[in-house]
């Protein structure tokens, strides 16, 4: 999926978590970090995209340990894992442990990504107008 639908959905989702959670400015930011970074850290350090080593729902077990430290940190493991949960609905797929998961998707399909992003909604909008 694009960016865009990343931040969409979780704006959603943490719309969803604030419901049940007090969440910090820091957590929410963090989040919205996190939402994007699977595709920067690649793009950064020359990885293909959806590496074995980034797109896997194991790469956020180290932010989570350090947010033991820094509570934000949980935010941004939230967002990473987000990312990577829709990515997995793709046919590209993500990564659990070193079996590939895939979807239908197609991430640049404009389509696929509304389609992401109206379940997002009719999941968190329910809860959120109670």
């Known amino acids: ?3 865009p639908v990343h931040l969409c959905c979780t704006v959603l989702l943490l ?3 604030a419901k049940a959670l007090e969440l910090s400015v820091g ?3 963090f989040a919205l970090l996190g939402s994007i970074l699977p595709d920067a850290v690649e ?3 020359g990885l293909r995209h959806r ?3 980034v797109h896997n729902f194991a790469s956020a077990l180290p932010i989570f ?3 033991l430290a820094f509570e934000p940190l949980a935010g941004l493991a939230v967002g990473w894992l987000h990312h990577i949960a829709i990515d ?3 046919t590209s797929g993500c ?3 070193s079996a590939r998961v895939r979807g239908p998707l197609k991430s640049n399909n404009p389509w696929h990504g509304a389609l992401i992003s109206l379940l997002h909604a009719v999941f968190a909008l329910p809860a959120l107008i109670t």
């Open 27 to 29: 957590f929410i930011a």
């Open 65 to 67: 340990l350090l947010s």
């Open 95 to 97: 990564y659990v442990l």
């Open 1 to 3: 999926m694009r960016w």
């Open 88 to 90: 997995s609905t793709t």
């Open 15 to 17: 719309a969803l978590l």
């Open 51 to 53: 590496s074995e080593a």
């Open 43 to 45: 793009r950064w350090i």
